[in-house]
């Protein structure tokens, strides 16, 4: 399996390459040449498989030469094994068409996990292989750092340095990232927002300065990997609700398009899918780009969900020359200009190409409290905030009541209890897996957002060999 990059001029990888690069040399993403597909019978005999089992089937075509298909079972099996729940990821019925699939089973309590633990082991993997090391630099509104933090602290080959909004991520989340005691572990508070820092780790790529003496490498759900590792549970779920004879929807709290990006993958790939409903809050790029083809960048409103607290969601680029037809220099075009205005119409074809299986919902703070507590009076279940957005936007859809809709419930509560007390009254304990958090001491370096003292930083810090 090769990949090619969504802006047409950086080298074709294999599946080792992508996951080492993360994002592709001329600023584009990585995606297969062309989507494996499932027949049906194969989709039907993936029934009642184990989690690690099913994730080594349906991941097995992108990966390639690059591992066995023992090598592979192996990874998912150390991965998944970390999880605190057998299913991996349950679905828990709501009502007769809400159902939740339930993410956040892994060490740090959200959806990221389940990619980020495999992708920890990857790296280890290759990098063990061939000797080198790898840097890794990322951003986080919250929940991929502490997830990525877990999933490499410690390993062989691979250094993280993390840059977080200061004072933006709940306190969680933060502790969660900057109580880990290792010497490949480097958190940065940087004055501004999750945008401005995301925009410093992809300048970062592009650097010569940088990249010239050291291998850089993403955690971000630009890693290819990362959504590789993501379509799995769309298919544990369909099968659990009749797939491949009945078809599903899908509602994901989105901020990057990553999670559900992995959806459309799904879908390619030949799980009969009915709709990806892509639920943003008041942060609505993505709902303005796929209800009118707007796709302008207005600036950050905090939320109480701050993993969707974006205006620019990297992935999105993904769909759009997938759906575009898959024209890499049209798309770079689009792109530079994107980059320059902050602002951009979707074409007739990426429209067209969206419109088939997305649709999209704005959720504000009310709508989003009013559905936390719609689930705990209906259901009896505690959701974080994001998967309420999540939910609010299916519960609004006007899909016949005979279709189920998932919502992806993308974090525990407890990882934002604040914000679930003041909705519903009651404080989501922290489970005993994550330990005390609160008693450890936390370590972090702050940096003013300014692109050269960050990049100094990471440069003088990393250990180079
Ligand atoms: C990361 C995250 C999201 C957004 O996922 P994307 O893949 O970036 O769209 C939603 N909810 C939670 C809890 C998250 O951590």
Known sequence: MQYVSTRGSA???????????????????????????FSKAEIAAMAGLSYPELATRVMMP????????????????????????????????LDQQQWLLELFHGPTLAFKDVALQLLGLLF????????????????????????????????????IFMLHPKGRVSEVQRRQMTTVRAPNVHNIAIEGSFDDAQAMVKRMFVDEALTSRMQIGAVNSINWARLMAQVVYYFAAGLQLGAPQRAAAYSV????????????VAHKMGLPIKQLIVATNVNDILHRALTRGDYSAGTVTPTAT????????????????????RDGAALAEQMRGFESARAMQLTNAQQEGASGLFVSARTDGDEMAQALRWAHERAGQ?????TAIGLHAARISDLDPSVPIVTLATAHP???????????????????RVGDLFAREEHYTELPGNYEAVR??????????
């Open 11 to 37: 080298p074709a990888l294999d599946f080792e390459g992508v996951t080492l690069a993360g994002l592709a040399k001329d600023g584009g993403l990585y995606l297969p040449t062309e989507w494996p597909r």
């Open 62 to 93: 992108f990966v390639g030469d690059s591992l066995t298909e023992e090598e592979l079972r192996g990874l998912c099996e150390q991965a998944y094994g970390r999880f605190a729940h057998d299913a991996v990821t349950p679905l828990v019925q």
């Open 124 to 159: 280890e993997t290759f990098l063990g292989r061939s000797g080198k090391r790898l840097t890794i630099v990322g951003a986080t509104s919250g929940d991929t750092g502490s997830a990525a933090i877990d999933a490499v602290a410690g390993r062989e080959g691979v250094e």
């Open 253 to 264: 709290p989105t901020g990057n398009f990553g999670d559900v990006f992995a959806g459309y």
């Open 306 to 325: 701050p993993s969707m607290d974006i205006q620019v969601s990297s992935n999105f680029e993904r769909l759009l020359f997938d759906c575009g037809g």
């Open 382 to 386: 505690v959701l974080d905030p994001h």
């Open 414 to 432: 407890a990882k934002f209890s604040d914000a679930v007390e003041r909705a519903t009254g009651m404080r989501p304990a922290l489970p005993a």
């Open 456 to 465: 100094d930083f990471v440069s003088e810090t990393a250990a180079t060999d």
